[in-house]
């Protein structure tokens, strides 16, 4: 007999969020260094998400939660890397402001 839950239900799903960080995940890992340690940090993050939706038994509440956030910070990570190197670079540090003398 068909097992139907894996075809519609949120093992699926999840098996889709994970096919999708994969596969950012390697593109990430052709990014230069600047890009790549903040793309693998937002990256790790969603990992420890998606494992949540793995192995704990939660609420439709807490999972349609977990499941939003994962799919925006994909998104965000997937916009991240259509963008320049340049852009991660650290931006240089303001000069402190001189306390003015009275």
Known sequence: MLDF???FGWGRKIRGYRRRWDRLREKTLKKPL?????LLSKEDQIEQ???ALEERRLTRGERARIAR???LDLAEVKAML???PEE???PAQAPAPEE???
């Open 5 to 7: 839950s894996s075809l």
């Open 34 to 38: 600047p890009a790549r340690a903040v």
């Open 49 to 51: 998400n998606i494992a």
């Open 69 to 71: 956030s994962i799919e």
């Open 82 to 84: 259509k963008g320049r």
């Open 88 to 90: 991660f670079r650290q």
């Open 100 to 102: 003015k003398k009275q």
